[in-house]
């Protein structure tokens, strides 16, 4: 089904808690940037910080590279649609539900200037596609999940009819679109139809398109008999009209950005980054999903909450750091894991049953 050779080492071989490791600083970038940068910027506090991560939002780029890491190897190793669609909802809505629950809660009950949103706007939010019909975000980091939806979306499609080995046809046709796009903005003053865009995630593909790219040199490193000269060519045209996609429409310097995290997602995949296995980041990615869903408006409120009492910037947004940690801490342990372990051990006890077959997700 795919166009990779399957992997002679074994699975547990394959140091994925280095890329969790990335996936985790990505993350933590991103907080470090609503706190400082983005913070200051909407709500303007009498003192600013002392320090400030402006590039912090960055960590998204990479968060979509992982993505695309992750969810090709996903779908290479399911045996049957279901257990995609089982492994993400597991992995994705638990937590996103809970997160849109705790923040609604919180805004409503202390507010947040510019972020309310009403009970039927976030119930709108459940289902990830709520930007299609222009209802606000709980919070706005969901704009991300949005994508990656679309993305699963794509890919799932690309696997049910049977065409993953083809995933660089897909991206080639995808790429052009957005060099379409760009072509007609730049020369011919011509805006093309914004829903199509959209829908097609055209800005962002090229990022899960090198993540794609990566995860299938991982496994040539890993398999390095297998014949694979047309695989490379592939991966090699892909990662060039990725690029270039990149330059285009968000400048050279992107490129460049992009190109570095897509050796380091490929180093952390091989084990390759030996300082990513500091337990410290371990944890850090462990938690990286609850972190991303429940820091920027409930950790913007408890900011200004504590401002408003006249505490230190550089304090608060320690403590909101500190706070938001601690929620994700829980969150994962006390709600993530638990119902991710429970929704699959369903699955594959229903797999189990008289007349199915076994299949793990």
């Not at 199509?196 to 490193?221: D, E, K, N, Y």
Request: charged share 10%; aromatic share 12%; with cysteine.
């Amino acid at each position: 089904m795919s166009s990779t050779p399957p992997s002679t080492a074994p699975a547990s071989s394959v140091r994925l808690d280095q890329v969790d490791a990335l996936r985790g600083l990505a993350a933590l970038a991103v907080v470090l940037f609503h706190y400082t940068a983005q913070h200051q910027k909407l709500f303007a506090p009498v003192t600013s910080a002392s320090f400030s991560v402006p590039w912090g939002y960055l960590g998204v780029n990479l968060f979509f590279i992982i993505s695309g890491f992750v969810i090709f190897m996903t779908l290479d190793r399911c045996r049957q649609p279901m257990d995609f669609v089982v492994s993400r909802f597991s992995r994705l809505f638990p937590s996103y539900w809970l997160a849109i629950a705790l923040t609604f809660a919180v805004v409503s009950s202390f507010g947040l200037p510019g972020k309310e949103v009403s009970a039927w706007q976030a119930a709108a939010n459940l289902l990830m596609l709520h930007g299609f019909a222009h209802v606000p975000h709980v919070d706005g980091v969901y704009w991300t999940l949005e994508v990656e939806m679309l993305f699963y979306i794509a890919m799932f499609t690309l696997y049910r009819v049977g065409r993953l080995s083809a995933v660089h046809r897909a991206i080639a046709m995808f790429l052009s679109l957005r060099l379409i796009y760009l072509a007609c903005a730049q020369f011919l003053s011509i805006d093309l139809p914004w829903i199509f865009h959209r829908t097609l995630f055209l800005s962002t593909a090229p990022w899960f398109a090198l993540g794609i790219c990566v995860r299938q040199l991982t496994q040539l490193a890993a398999n390095s008999h297998a014949p694979a000269t047309s695989l490379k060519r592939s991966i090699t045209g892909s990662v060039l009209l990725a690029l270039l996609c990149i330059g285009w429409g968000e400048g050279w310097p992107m490129a460049l950005l992009a190109t570095v995290f897509a050796v380091l997602v490929h180093a952390a995949a091989l084990g390759r980054l030996p300082l990513l296995r500091w337990s410290l980041l371990g944890w850090l990615g462990a938690i990286s999903y609850p972190l991303y869903l429940l820091h920027e408006n409930i950790g913007w409120v408890l900011m200004n909450q504590m401002l408003a009492r006249g505490m230190p910037t550089d304090l608060t947004i320690a403590l909101a750091l500190a706070f938001s940690l601690a929620l994700a801490h829980a969150v994962t342990h006390m709600v993530e894991r638990p119902a991710m372990a429970a929704i699959r051990r369903r699955w594959t006890l229903r797999q189990s049953s008289p007349g199915r077959s076994a299949h793990s997700v």
